[in-house]
T-cell receptor, first 112, second 115 residues
Framework: GENVEQHPSTLSVQEGDSAVIKCTYSDSASNYFPWYKQELGKRPQLIIDIRSNVGEKKDQRIAVTLNKTAKHFSLHITETQPEDSAVYFCAASKGGDYKLSFGAGTTVTVRA | GAGVSQSPSNKVTEKGKDVELRCDPISGHTALYWYRQRLGQGLEFLIYFQGNSAPDKSGLPSDRFSAERTGESVSTLTIQRTQQEDSAVYLC?????????????FGEGSWLTVV
C-alpha cells in the first residue's frame, strides 16, 4: 500500500517567516494530495489539496507544490501568523481510492 | 446537522470491556469513514461506508473491531475486549460520494483511553 513520509516532525518559525513541510509518497499511481490542519484538540480540516495534473496551487498565504517524478509534494505557508500554529498532515490517495494515507504530521509553532 | 458529530467525546474504559463509539455524519453525505489517530501519529484508515454498498473493512486492525451503518445515517464503531493499545482518538468523517476534490469533513473525535 501507499506509504507517506512527512518531514520535519516539528517546525518552529518566527512570525512573518515562511514554513515549508515536505512529504514523499511511494505509490506512483497516487494522484490526489490533500493537506489537513489540526489545532490542539480540534478536528482535522482540509486547507488545500492538489491533483496530479497540476504542479502548483495557491490559496492566499498557502501553496502546495507537487513533483510527480520525484514523488514528493510540499506545503508552503508564507507570512506566518500565530494562528498558523497547529499540526499539519499531508495525505495521498489514488483517484479511485477513498483511503487516504496520511503522513505522521508536523507540529508547527509560530513564535510571536 | 452543521457538521460531523461524534459521541462520546471522551471515554475511559477498563481493559477487557467493550466500547461503542457513535458518528452522526453530515446530512446528505453518502460516504462515511472511520480513522484512528494514536498520540503523535498520523491517521490510520479503519473502514469506509458508501451508501448501501458493502463496506470496506480492510483497515480494521483485528476482529475485535466492527462497525455498522444503517443506510446513509448514523454509524457505530464497536471495540470488543478493549486493550491498552486501542487507546487513541477515533475520528469519523463524511463526504459526498468519494471523489478527489469532494472535501472530507472530520468530526472532533472520540478520545478513548483503556486503563
Amino acid at each position: 500500500g501507499e506509504n507517506v513520509e512527512q518531514h520535519p516532525s516539528t517546525l518552529s518559525v518566527q512570525e512573518g517567516d515562511s514554513a515549508v513541510i515536505k512529504c514523499t509518497y511511494s505509490d506512483s499511481a497516487s494522484n490526489y494530495f490533500p493537506w489537513y490542519k489540526q489545532e490542539l484538540g480540534k478536528r482535522p480540516q482540509l486547507i488545500i489539496d492538489i491533483r496530479s495534473n497540476v504542479g502548483e496551487k495557491k490559496d492566499q498565504r498557502i501553496a502546495v507544490t507537487l513533483n510527480k517524478t520525484a514523488k514528493h509534494f510540499s506545503l508552503h505557508i508564507t507570512e506566518t501568523q500565530p494562528e498558523d500554529s497547529a499540526v499539519y498532515f499531508c495525505a495521498a490517495s489514488k483517484g479511485g481510492d477513498y483511503k487516504l494515507s496520511f503522513g505522521a504530521g508536523t507540529t508547527v509553532t509560530v513564535r510571536a | 446537522g452543521a457538521g460531523v458529530s461524534q459521541s462520546p467525546s471522551n471515554k475511559v474504559t477498563e481493559k477487557g470491556k467493550d466500547v461503542e463509539l457513535r458518528c452522526d455524519p453530515i446530512s446528505g453525505h453518502t460516504a462515511l469513514y472511520w480513522y484512528r489517530q494514536r498520540l503523535g501519529q498520523g491517521l490510520e484508515f479503519l473502514i469506509y461506508f458508501q451508501g448501501n454498498s458493502a463496506p470496506d473493512k480492510s483497515g480494521l486492525p483485528s476482529d475485535r473491531f466492527s462497525a455498522e451503518r444503517t443506510g446513509e445515517s448514523v454509524s457505530t464503531l464497536t471495540i470488543q475486549r478493549t486493550q491498552q493499545e486501542d487507546s487513541a482518538v477515533y475520528l469519523c468523517a463524511s463526504s459526498l460520494e468519494w471523489r478527489p476534490g469532494n472535501t472530507i469533513y472530520f468530526g472532533e473525535g472520540s478520545w478513548l483511553t483503556v486503563v
